[in-house]
């Protein structure tokens, strides 16, 4: 599970890269528009998590630039704008789910996940085949 994180600020970033890969998922970490535009369209990312206060250029920015070219990345806007109407500009822009600072980081964690089923089409937590099922939040094979 690759992950860019798209976050200006270092203490809640690295944070969040510790929480992401805690959980068993491989994270690219970038701190500006520019950069978050660059590296989606050289990257192949499972989901991206959108901060919406980036320096050079918004998040709001980044997001309607990667769905006017056409991308499916499913998208978490992590702000801290927290109003309803933030919220509904973010998903009506083209967010895939919408998360307001301060968080705990086991939610943000499912929400990538919830967002990773939902691409894979299964709607359960569990992988299975034959006999073998793998449990990725449990981090279990049976």
Do not use: C
Not at 24 to 36: E, F, K, L, P, Y
Not at 40 to 55: K, Q, R, T
Not at 103 to 116: H, K, P, S, T
């Amino acid at each position: 599970m690759r992950i860019l994180l798209i976050e200006d600020d270092a203490m809640v970033g690295k944070a969040m890269r510790q929480g992401l890969q805690k959980a068993g998922m491989s994270v690219d970490w970038v701190t500006n528009g520019r950069a978050a535009v660059l590296a989606l369209a050289n990257g192949v990312y499972e989901v991206a998590v959108l901060d919406l206060g980036l320096p050079g250029q918004d998040g709001m920015e980044v997001l309607k630039h990667l769905r006017s070219g056409g991308s499916e990345i499913p998208v978490i806007i992590a702000s801290a704008r927290d109003t309803g109407r933030d919220a509904v500009q973010g998903l009506e822009a083209g967010a895939d789910d919408y998360i307001s600072k301060p968080f705990d980081l086991d939610e943000l964690v499912a929400r990538v996940r919830v967002q990773l089923r939902r691409r894979s089409g299964t709607g359960s937590p569990l992988l299975t085949v034959g006999t073998l099922t793998l449990d990725p939040s449990g981090r279990r094979v049976t």
